[in-house]
């Protein structure tokens, strides 16, 4: 008799056991790493993991981070930096620790310095469909950084500043200091306008999940943790918060040796564990190569008090877009006991069309991590709908054309009728697409064109 076959599917072989040194997500950077730089030479590890050095010896001026690489670069990448800088609508801010895990003989291509480190060279001319605020999160602000867009759920800017200042940020608008190119909305920590947004979620009874971003929790003194923390604490309708900081992939040194902060962060945690409420920490790892062992010791301190730590990545062209380089963040950051939650489809953001890749990647990328792991380990990718449709999972697109980039997406929980679109970046797209967008006359028709076979297919 004839075996039935499924196509495409082979019979199963007994899995062999895999040779351990392959499982490289186990294989974390330690030693004194840091002093093949050589500013960082003489540095002990009791003085690295310092969060008061780190912070202290964190550079904030081109010319002292190029003076401190400049023996690992050409003179080539110092002009190109320089450019960079100068062109760049983000302020720069970069810890010791970063920068150590930099590898500077491979600069240009380097993950950690795309992120951080703008280069003239690369820089290509924005999206015509960008603006500053594209998520609309001042449009969507009851009181100045509070954004209240979803039903349940709201976003509270405690601050504007950060441990460091990622080329990528969303926020560019009001992170930072003025650079060059952008003037910034201030968002000062100030008790007054936090007690503005306080009432505003008291007296919206839906309100239960809070989450504490900025800026960056990291930059909150231990006691602003514990003022915010109770504060929100203590409203009935909140049930849930969580604190977003980027701390733990650029300073792992503060969550091991910043006693009062780690403290006042598990106080809170503690104290909503009794209340029921759920208080977590969120955080922004983008590249294996962040995570080390000063991250593991980091994320051990945590997971012993008890506090539950999930991740927000972005996808950036040249850091994390690559199968290989994704599967290896999700699974070094499980083996961590850090949660994959979401990768974002890179914001429009100014000045950054280099790192933003296609909504057609995120799709391919979301196949090929599928299934690698626990699915509380797999992240969603999505899009930060522009226009403040808020959060949509890339795949449920009403409307995508790779040829001109654009995708239409829906999202009835923020607005039933309308529809919102995202565009990926001109330099990868067909030459056709790209010769569409040349021409003004054809940027209201190539909306027009996906907005109406968004319509048809709801039909
Ligand atoms: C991301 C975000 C939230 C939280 O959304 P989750 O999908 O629950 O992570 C809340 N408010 C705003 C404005 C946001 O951008
Ligand atoms: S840490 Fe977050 S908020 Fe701060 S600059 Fe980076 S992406 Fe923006």
């Known amino acids: ?62 010319d002292k981070l190029l003076d401190v690489v400049q023996e690992l670069v050409t003179p080539g990448f110092i002009a190109d930096a320089r450019e960079g800088f100068h062109r760049a609508p983000m302020s720069l801010r970069v810890s010791p620790y970063l920068l150590s895990l930099i590898d500077w003989a491979n600069a240009y291509e380097d993950p950690l310095r795309r992120q951080f480190i703008p280069l003239g060279s690369v820089l290509r001319p924005d999206h015509p469909k960008l603006d500053l605020d594209s998520l609309h ?34 926020r560019s608008y009001a992170v930072g200091v003025d650079t060059d190119q952008v003037e910034k909305v201030s968002l000062k920590p100030t008790v007054d306008r936090w007690e503005r947004a306080f009432e505003y979620i008291a007296s919206r009874p839906e309100l239960e999940d809070i989450v504490i971003s900025g800026g960056d929790s990291y930059n909150l003194r231990a006691e602003h943790i514990t003022t915010i923390g109770n504060r929100l604490l203590d409203l009935p309708n909140v049930r849930r918060m969580r604190f977003a900081t980027k701390g733990p992939a650029v300073m792992p040194q503060k969550i091991l040796t910043d006693d009062p902060w780690f403290a006042a962060l598990a106080g ?5 564990r009794k209340l029921h409420k759920e208080v977590v920490l969120h955080t922004h790892f983008n590249h294996p190569t962040e995570l080390t062992e000063i991250t593991q010791r980091a994320m051990n301190r945590l997971f012993e008090a008890g506090v539950t730590v999930r991740n927000q990545s972005v996808l950036q062209r040249g850091v994390n877009d690559a199968p ?9 950051m499980s083996y961590l006991n850090v949660h994959a939650y ?22 391919e990328l979301e196949k090929q991590v599928r299934g690698l792991t626990a699915g509380f380990n797999t992240p969603t990718f999505v899009v930060d709908a ?21 995708s239409v997406y829906r999202s009835p929980n923020v607005n039933e009728a309308a529809f919102y679109c995202y565009f990926d970046p001109i330099d990868l797209l067909s030459a056709a697409g790209q010769q569409r967008w040349a021409d003004p006359a054809e940027h209201e028709l190539m909306l027009a064109e996906a907005i109406a076979a968004a319509r048809a297919r709801q039909r």
């Not at 809170?268 to 909503?272: F, L, M, S, T, W």
């Not at 290989?324 to 070094?332: F, G, N, S, V, W």
Request: proline share 7%; hydrophobic share 35%; glycine share 8%.
């Open 268 to 272: 809170v945690v503690e104290r909503g």
């Open 324 to 332: 290989e380089t994704m599967r290896l963040l999700i699974k070094r």
């Open 1 to 62: 008799m004839e075996k039935l076959t499924i196509v495409g599917r082979d019979e199963h072989p007994q899995k062999a056991p895999v040779d351990p040194e392959s499982l490289v997500h186990r294989q974390l950077l330690g030693g004194d790493f840091w002093r093949k730089i050589p500013a960082y030479r003489d540095i002990d590890e009791a003085t690295w993991l310092d969060h008061r050095w780190q912070s202290k010896h964190t550079i904030v001026k081109p």
């Open 342 to 363: 979401y990768v974002y489809v890179h914001d429009l953001v100014k000045g950054v069309e280099d790192l933003r890749t296609t909504v057609g990647t995120a799709i």
């Open 137 to 170: 999160e001042q449009a969507d602000a009851p009181v100045p950084g509070l954004t209240h867009r979803y039903p349940d759920k709201a976003l509270f800017l405690a601050l504007d500043t950060c441990p460091v200042y990622c080329r990528f940020c969303t």
């Open 386 to 406: 522009p226009g403040g449709g808020g959060k949509r999972d890339c795949h449920s697109f009403e409307h995508y054309n790779p040829e001109t980039g654009i």
